[in-house]
């Protein structure tokens, strides 16, 4: 029995070589902005320390904070009010753009805007699909912390709260690595099925349902191999994009150097913060950030489109009904 998934490794790079070569310039740009909203760029929220005076207490560990509690309560819970929107802004466009990535793949044009707005009907559907999906493991998460933690801060036995977190550890792990994989299923086969027919996710997937059980052990292989492809794919573009990261942030370092200078040094940005400076060190630190994550987009253009044109191969392989790229898969075969 041949098994599908290791011949389409090879043929994968010979289809993603008929997309990316010869190189231009605006294909690879626009590829990236798809690329960039599919997934695996993140960011390090910027974290800062606080003037904190010690007010001579005895144990010399009671900070004197110039502000109230619910001040503080208030500006975290804003900050995650505004990560939770930008998160599901993220989730939004990018499901959106599962669309335009596979049409740019079938048909090797990539036209970000025209196949955005064709998709769009679809790509709300598979936004609605995917944030229902991750419902399913956020909020069991969130119950059990709420139920730990509770009842533990009421009797003032932290160890409580612990103790039954770790009982259901590996009850997360195994709910998390299912929504996991059912998210990957349906954006690398359940979405290409969406395109060829049409319809929104639940038809997409009782279209492919037969598939995937008639073909189990194939899609089997599948998964493995593709968790060890995204794996190596990490690393390579952790590399690249580490050099690129460096590379780019010494003229960040100059600038901010030169802030620096212009504000007075460290000791009077510390003593007294002013809001001009604040802001011009957020916006170098914005820029440098969002200009790395786009380049880290651009080297993961190569290897996303890799791992798209693997999954279609595969797809058209275990049925022939669902084959996109008829054509390509001829050539290099």
């Not at 279209?207 to 089997?220: D, E, N």
């Not at 060890?228 to 901010?256: D, E, H, N």
């Not at 030169?258 to 820029?287: D, E």
């Amino acid at each position: 029995m041949p098994w599908y998934a290791v011949e389409a490794l090879d043929d994968a790079i010979e289809t993603t070589k008929a997309l990316l070569l010869p190189v231009e310039v605006r294909t690879w740009l626009k590829l990236a902005i798809v690329v960039f909203f599919l997934g695996g760029a993140s960011a390090s929220p910027p974290t800062g320390g606080g003037n904190f005076q010690f007010t001579g207490e005895p144990d010399g560990l009671t900070p004197d904070i110039p502000v109230s509690m619910d001040t503080v309560i208030a500006v975290v819970l804003a900050i995650v009010a505004v990560a939770i929107l930008l998160w599901l802004l993220f989730i939004l466009v990018g499901s959106v753009m599962e669309f335009a990535f596979v049409e740019s793949l079938r048909t090797r044009e990539v036209h970000v805007r025209g196949y955005a707005s064709e998709r769009l009907g679809q790509g709300l559907r598979l936004f609605g699909f995917r944030v229902v999906l991750y419902l399913l493991f956020v909020l069991p998460v969130a119950g059990l912390v709420i139920l730990a933690f509770v009842p533990a801060v009421l009797s003032g036995s932290p160890s409580i709260a612990l103790g039954t977190l770790l009982l259901f550890v590996p009850v997360l792990l195994v709910l998390g690595l299912v929504v996991a994989l059912v998210d990957g299923l349906t954006r690398n086969f359940v979405v290409p099925v969406m395109v060829l027919r049409g319809g929104g996710v639940i038809a997409g997937w009782q279209a492919f349902w037969p598939t995937l059980r008639g073909q189990w052990k194939q899609y089997a292989a599948y998964v493995l191999l593709r968790i060890v492809l995204t794996i190596a794919g990490g690393i390579v573009v952790s590399l690249v994009g580490g050099i690129v990261g460096l590379v780019l942030l010494i003229p960040f370092v100059v600038l901010g150097g030169l802030l620096l200078v212009a504000f007075g040094g460290p000791a009077a940005i510390l003593s007294s913060p002013g809001v001009p400076a604040l802001v011009s060190f957020g916006l170098l630190a914005a820029v440098y950030g969002l200009l790395l994550l786009f380049t880290l987009a651009v080297v993961r253009v190569p290897v996303q489109s890799y791992l798209g044109y693997y999954a279609l191969l595969m797809l058209g392989d275990t049925n022939r009904e669902f084959d996109l790229i008829p054509e390509l898969r001829a050539e290099v075969r």
